[in-house]
């Protein structure tokens, strides 16, 4: 399990009508990913990530779908958002299943997930003795708050 807080990305959102909401690119910053080791921090980051030359990882979404024409504050709703992701240089179309609540007319919060195949992305994770190795699925999670500009 490995954990990036720099992350960035930017969403609109039409309170009178939420299916207008469009979502921005978002950018993760490998070189922030870590893990609770750190000679595994440098292994993804130098020999997985490749983070010297692929510092972000991008997702583009390309279609948001699912989304109620209007929400409940506290309630909980779920969606899909389709794009396209960069991992090391390879872009992949992926659907994040996500589930957001708006918590006020400025803010919403929410999770979404995806699972990739790492290969497909053209990443090859090294195998070491001794070591248990790593599924071919790979789960990406992204806990957010968004909170309205002034």
Do not use: C
Not at 16 to 26: A, N, V, W
Not at 50 to 63: G, M, R, S, V, W
Not at 91 to 96: I, Y
Request: no cysteine; charged share 20%; net charge negative.
């Amino acid at each position: 399990i490995g954990v990036s807080k720099q992350v960035g990305g930017q969403i609109s959102i039409d309170l009178s009508d939420y299916q207008k909401t469009e979502i921005g690119e978002i950018q993760i910053n490998a070189r922030a990913f870590a893990t609770d080791n750190e000679f595994r921090n440098r292994a993804v980051k130098n020999r997985i990530l490749l983070t010297d030359q692929f510092e972000f990882i991008t997702f583009k979404p390309t279609a948001v779908s699912g989304l109620p024409a209007a929400v409940e504050l506290g309630q909980p709703f779920k969606f899909e958002i389709s794009g396209d992701l960069t991992i090391i240089g390879q872009t992949k179309p992926v659907t994040f299943q996500a589930e957001v609540t708006a918590v006020s007319e400025n803010e919403i919060s929410g999770y979404a997930s995806a699972s990739v195949l790492y290969k497909d992305f053209g990443i090859f994770i090294p195998e070491v003795p001794s070591v248990t190795g790593v599924d071919d699925d790979v789960l990406l999670e992204i806990q957010f708050t968004a909170v309205a500009l002034p």
